[in-house]
């Protein structure tokens, strides 16, 4: 009966030095993960960064080839006679403006059609009757943000010049989900390509219909508005300014 105990008392004995090492590796593979998610995500918000400069880069040298915007060029089917959707040539109007509508769906068509961007980063929805729908496609949830190049008259952001701007625009996500960027992520962004300040600078930080979540302590349009890094439950915008 003795000998019993005490077989009992070492399988006990090992069992909790089992218990002890599972737990332990447990608890690392758990840490692991978690790592890994955060290196992954830092991996992502470097991407864009990269790409934002990437896409400003093919921008200024596809206007230097050919003397007007992707998205404007006016002949752009002598150069590429295959840019053709349903029939629509995908001219621009030359006006040196890329215009809200056709012209600003047509920008990455043509980047991608002068080889100097490269077709994965941006994606194509086949959603209109004239089928040119090219928006940038960021690596952050690119379900549900897109980026546009566009020209606009800013008055704004105490802008008051005609430029053109890469802008971001990520969509809040419903069921409690976090949204498409938050706050800390943008200015990192911005600290990576530009002076890191929300409201100055060629990355500008932007978010409309946010409501009581925005991700600046102040409309960008004042002067001083700076990130609100600890808010995490917005869907922060980013607007790049081109040239």
Not at 48 to 75: C, E, V
């Amino acid at each position: 009966m003795i000998i019993d105990m005490r077989i009992a008392k070492n399988i006990n004995a090992f069992t909790l030095i089992e218990l002890s090492i599972v737990l332990i590796i447990i608890s690392l593979i758990v840490g692991g993960v978690v790592g890994g998610q955060s290196l992954v995500k830092s991996a992502k918000v470097n991407q864009m960064a990269k790409d934002l400069q990437i896409h400003k880069t093919a921008f200024i040298l596809f206007q230097d080839q050919y003397d007007y915007s992707p998205g404007d060029i006016p002949n752009a089917q002598e150069y590429w006679p295959e840019c053709l959707d349903s029939g629509v040539n995908c001219n621009g109007d030359g006006n040196k403006k890329i215009d809200s509508g056709t012209e600003q769906l047509r920008v990455y068509e043509h980047l991608s059609l002068s080889e100097l961007l490269d077709n994965k980063s941006y994606q194509y929805t086949n959603t209109s009757t004239d089928q040119y729908e090219y928006y940038y496609k960021p690596p952050i949830n690119a379900n549900v943000a897109t980026g546009r190049i566009f020209t606009t008259d800013f008055v704004v952001y105490r802008k008051e010049r005609t430029m053109n701007y890469l802008k971001i625009i990520g969509v809040p996500m419903t069921g409690g989900n976090r949204p498409y960027i938050d706050t800390a992520d943008v200015k990192k962004i911005d600290l990576k390509i530009d002076d890191g300040l929300a409201d100055d600078g060629k990355v500008i930080a932007y978010c409309l219909g946010c409501g009581a979540n925005p991700c600046t302590d102040a409309l960008v349009t004042a002067t001083g508005a700076n990130y609100l890094l600890s808010n995490k439950d917005t869907a922060c915008r980013i607007q790049l300014e081109i040239n």
